[in-house]
């Protein structure tokens, strides 16, 4: 079966750039979305198709996806930010997520 | 809008069950399935499985012999069955509504907490 892999944790201070990377076997070829996750809250899509941002998600996330990894980066990073984020897929009539990225903003 | 509902406390070896109430929108939208994900405490996200409201349904290899997911259309509600649970089967259950033309899940519901024990 199809396998997400994501880093357990990413730390990165106040105004710098955090990457977070997703990685599967040529994940290039699937479409990655992105979600972020607050503590006892629902998750939130901040990243569809790769590179699409939803509507009311703020410019400083963005993503893409070569060869086997995608990646969500956040530039110029918020405390507000900090939060779990989940990449996934879909492979043959499955919906994958990754494990999971915590990300700390201090 | 989605709204879980359903008993927060279910026995092992039992059923659980599960209801999403769907709102602002048509559970028949030609654009939309419906689906489930858990998160079992300190984890990350499941995927149950996804229906269609033909009756089209996907559901995640792991679980496929213990989940039926269904749908009354005419509540705008689709339901989850999940039985023989055990204590691994704890966990926060949201519904989802699953783009399948931008291959994500664009609305989430808040999710709600199941517990399994005695």
């Known amino acids: 079966s199809y396998e997400l892999t994501q880093a357990p944790s990413v730390s990165v201070s106040p105004g710098q750039t955090a990457n977070v990377i997703c990685s599967g076997d040529k994940l290039e070829n699937k479409y990655v979305s992105w979600y972020q996750q607050k503590p006892g809250q629902s998750p939130v899509l901040v990243i569809y198709h790769d590179t699409k941002r939803p509507s009311g998600i703020p410019e400083r996330f963005s993503g893409s996806n070569s060869g086997d990894t995608a990646t969500l980066t956040i530039s110029g990073s918020q405390t507000m930010d900090e939060a779990d984020y989940y990449c996934?897929?879909?492979?043959?009539?499955?919906?994958?997520f990754g494990g999971g990225t915590k990300l700390t903003v201090l | 809008k989605l709204q879980e509902s359903g008993p927060g406390l279910v026995k092992p070896s039992e059923t659980l069950s599960l209801t999403c109430t769907v709102s602002g929108g048509s559970i028949t939208s030609s654009s939309y399935y419906w689906g489930w994900i858990r998160q079992a405490p300190g984890q990350g996200l499941e995927w149950i499985g996804s229906?269609?409201?033909?009756?089209?349904?996907f559901y995640s290899p792991s679980l496929k012999s213990r989940v039926t997911i269904s749908m009354d259309t005419s509540r705008s509600q689709f339901s989850l069955m999940m039985n023989s649970v055990t204590a691994a089967d704890t966990a926060v259950y949201f519904c989802?509504?699953?783009?399948?033309?931008?291959?994500?899940?664009?609305?989430w519901g808040q999710g709600t907490l199941v517990s399994v024990s005695p």
């Open positions: 989802a509504r699953y783009d399948y033309g931008d291959f994500n899940f664009d609305s």
């Open positions: 229906m269609y409201y033909s009756g089209n349904t």
């Open positions: 996934q897929a879909w492979d043959f009539s499955n919906v994958i």
